[in-house]
């Protein structure tokens, strides 16, 4: 079974810290993606990779960056967070073809004071 | 024009019944389609996936697809109140997937 970790289930910072949110896949896929998701909003898609240190921007990139050293792992990171950062962010990995499905990892509750 | 639309709901459905989820989707380049079940406070998990028209059958779940209305739905036979959950509809785009914005379902016992 294809396995998604995050490094947290729930994080608790203040505004102006710098967030690092960690997402490790144990499959060898290419593409992985991370999320945030607020209620009635669904799923936005903030930054996704299709290979290592490839990045492209997604939906609502402002005030995130991501890196992709290895495969395997793909890291977000909110510069400076503000409170209206405050979410849900999920990660997920796929395959290189449109036909394949991504798979979620737990997610990370984030709250920013 | 979302690219993928959902009815919110909530639908809320006897147990025992049918549940139809609708999904409707903007790029007629989309080639696969996806339902997610996300349970409250958990991750989004993949129930089946359609690529052709017509309807794909798996257990008490039947994916529909018509490409030419851009529609594609969920059917789920003998709701019980484990299926209460939202279920995300989503599509595959140039090069990432889109999804809507889900459908929360309740199935009463």
């Known amino acids: 079974d294809v396995k998604v970790t995050q490094s947290s289930r729930y994080l608790v910072k203040r505004t102006g810290e710098k967030v690092f949110l960690e997402c490790v896949q144990d499959?060898?896929?290419?593409?992985m993606f991370w999320y945030r998701q607020d209620p009635g909003l669904g799923l936005r898609l903030i930054y996704f990779?299709?290979?290592?240190?490839?990045?492209e921007k997604g939906d609502i990139p402002e005030g995130y960056s991501v890196s992709r050293e290895k495969k395997e792992r793909f890291s977000l990171i909110l510069e400076s967070a503000s409170t209206n950062q405050t979410s849900m962010y999920l990660c997920a990995s796929s395959m290189t073809s449109a036909y394949n499905e991504q798979f979620f990892g737990p997610g990370t509750r984030l709250t920013v004071l | 024009q979302k690219e993928v639309e959902q009815n919110s709901g909530p639908l809320s459905v006897p147990e025992g019944a049918i549940a139809s989820l609708n999904c409707t989707y903007s790029?007629?380049?989309?080639?696969?389609f996806f339902w997610y079940r996300q349970y409250s406070g958990k991750s989004p998990e993949l129930i089946m996936f359609i690529y052709s028209n017509g309807d794909k059958e798996d257990g008490r779940f039947t994916a529909q697809l018509n490409k030419a209305s851009q529609y594609v739905s969920l059917l789920i036979r003998d709701s019980q109140p484990s299926d209460s959950a939202t279920y995300l509809c989503?599509?595959?785009?140039?090069?990432?997937?889109?999804f809507g914005a889900g459908t929360r379902l309740t199935v009463k016992p």
């Open positions: 790029d007629r380049g989309s080639q696969s």
């Open positions: 990779s299709y290979d290592v240190k490839m990045k």
């Open positions: 989503a599509v595959n785009g140039k090069a990432d997937m889109r």
């Open positions: 499959m060898d896929h290419e593409n």
